[in-house]
């Protein structure tokens, strides 16, 4: 059974930094590519990186590019996302995904003076 669970949010300053941490369970964790999306209150579910099954690839959407860095440690089944100079337009649950269809619980960052 595949499950994905988030961690590693919180309450941060602007300009602050977070790092958030999905462990996998229950695949092949090393034979697929993760994904980190996230929702804001009354938007719709966006992504913001991707890293490729050996982490020799990673994307990002353009609102991040540059102060988010995606990561994964294949042998701690564990992909990351690093987050500096947050704003307030960060904050939102953010979500681990593996295709076709499995999603973390969620974990909720929250940027704010």
């Known amino acids: 059974q595949v499950h994905l669970v988030e961690s590693g949010g919180g309450l941060v300053q602007p300009g602050g930094s977070l790092r958030l941490s999905c462990v996998a369970s229950?695949?092949?964790?090393?034979?697929?590519?993760i994904s980190w999306y996230r929702q804001a209150p009354g938007k719709a579910r966006e992504l913001v990186a991707g890293?490729?099954?050996?982490?020799?690839?990673?994307n990002y959407a353009d609102s991040v590019k540059g102060r988010f860095t995606i990561s994964r440690d294949n042998a701690k089944n564990t992909v990351y996302l690093q987050m500096n100079s947050l704003n307030s337009e960060d904050t939102a649950v953010y979500y681990c995904y593996r295709r076709p269809f499995f999603w973390g619980q969620g974990t909720q960052v929250t940027v704010s003076s």
């Open positions: 890293i490729t099954s050996d982490g020799g690839s990673t």
């Open positions: 229950g695949f092949v964790f090393s034979a697929y590519a």
